[in-house]
């Protein structure tokens, strides 16, 4: 489904979407085709619901959104860090 | 204010404000590679912030993966005497498998002129708010 379709359906409320289809303009990320994962009773949980199923399918795009936003305002940025690398070198 | 090594990273600690309620954060890794400032969603929620339908999401790509974040502007954020009002961090659930409750980026480590001493450990300011 597009965005403006799932907000009809699923007014005022919290999710978890999968991006199906999705492109990066300059640091804009547009999500073309979304899924709708679960609905969530508020913003804390939808953040815990993603951790969750981020940290269980790693490979899939998921996101925590309110369906009051207009547009998904998704925004990309690199980060050099520490992140991944170092974790793989500790982890047990 | 002297810094702590562990697994070759410099980690110190932070103080932030929100709404009338502080908290000191423990373990923050001072990042010259990452030019955001992230904060564990799990210490913010103590203090009251948790996603709003509003927030801009981030979705901050790093090696081996990409997570998504959201973005909240903190009355204040401080690090030892050096405080910066109206600061915006990007707020996450930080599950990369290491025990570090946040990262202090470059946009913080600019706007105060951080003076990082590797071999002292000592994290200074040059206080360059407002330049």
């Not at chain 1, 940290?55 to 936003?69: C, D, G, I, K, S």
Request: hydrophobic share 40%.
């Amino acid at each position: 489904m597009r965005w403006s379709e799932i907000r009809e359906k699923y007014p005022q409320q919290w999710l978890i979407v999968e991006a199906l289809e999705a492109h990066t303009e300059g640091d804009q990320r547009h999500l073309d085709q979304v899924a709708v994962v679960e609905t969530c009773p508020d913003g804390a949980t939808a953040l815990q619901r993603y951790r969750h199923l981020h940290a269980q399918y790693p490979l899939r795009e998921f996101y925590f959104v309110h369906t009051a936003r207009e547009e998904l305002d998704i925004r990309e940025r690199q980060w050099l860090g520490i992140r991944r690398d170092y974790a793989a070198h500790v982890a047990p | 204010m002297q810094l702590t090594l562990r697994h070759d990273l410099i980690l110190t600690h932070v103080t932030v404000a929100y709404q009338g309620r502080e908290a000191v954060i423990e373990d923050v890794a001072v990042d010259t590679g990452s030019a955001t400032t992230l904060i564990s969603a799990d210490v913010l929620a103590q203090i009251g912030i948790v996603p709003e339908p509003a927030d801009v999401l981030y979705t901050v790509r790093g090696v081996g993966g990409a997570e998504v974040v959201f973005s909240r502007r903190l009355d204040r954020l401080q690090t030892s005497y050096q405080a910066v009002e109206q600061f915006e961090v990007e707020v996450g659930g930080m599950d990369y498998g290491f025990a570090i409750n946040g990262i202090l980026g470059m946009d913080y480590l600019l706007r105060t002129g951080a003076i990082i001493n590797l071999a002292t450990l000592q994290l200074d300011f040059a206080d360059v708010e407002g330049r």
